[in-house]
C-alpha cells in the first residue's frame, strides 16, 4: 500500500480506532525492539545505560512509585535522554517480555525514533 493510500485510511478512521491502530503498532515496535535486544528494563539498568550513553529514549510508565519515576526522570535530564511518561508497566511489560520493569530504555536510535514518534500519536 502506497503511503498516500495509507494516510487517506488512517484519516478516515475514528479517533478510538487510530488509537487502538497505534497501539497494536507501539506493540509491534517494542517487541521487536526487544527481540533484537534493543531494550532495557528496570529503574537501574536505565540510569546506568543511560549514563554509558547507550540510551536513545527512555519509557516511563505512568504506573511506578513516585520516587522511581523522579530518579530516573532526573537522570534522562543530566544526560539528555529523550523520554516519554506513557501507560501500564503490564502492558509495556507484556509487549517487550520484560514484566515488573516500570521503566524501559531504547537503546537503537531507529527504534527509539519510531517508539517515540508512534506513542506521541497514540496520545493525542
Known amino acids: 500500500m502506497s503511503k498516500a493510500k495509507k494516510n487517506d485510511v488512517l484519516e478516515n478512521l475514528t479517533p478510538e480506532e487510530r488509537a487502538e491502530y497505534n497501539l497494536k503498532k507501539l ?4 517487541g521487536f525492539a526487544a527481540k533484537a535486544g534493543k ?3 528496570g529503574t537501574n539498568t536505565a540510569i546506568f545505560t543511560m ?3 547507550k540510551a536513545h ?3 516511563v510508565c505512568e504506573d511506578i512509585a513516585e520516587n522511581g519515576r523522579d530518579k530516573v526522570l532526573t537522570a534522562a535530564r543530566q544526560n539528555g ?3 516519554r511518561v506513557y501507560g501500564k508497566s503490564e502492558d509495556l511489560g507484556h509487549y517487550t517480555g520484560k514484566y515488573g520493569a516500570g521503566v ?4 537503537d536510535r531507529n ?3 519510531v517508539i517515540a514518534k508512534t506513542i506521541d500519536n497514540t496520545s493525542k
Open 104 to 107: 524501559f530504555c531504547i537503546t
Open 81 to 83: 535522554v529523550e523520554y
Open 57 to 59: 529514549l527512555l519509557i
Open 39 to 41: 531494550v532495557m528494563a
Open 51 to 53: 549514563a554509558k550513553g
Open 111 to 113: 527504534f527509539a525514533e
Open 27 to 30: 506493540a509491534s515496535y517494542m
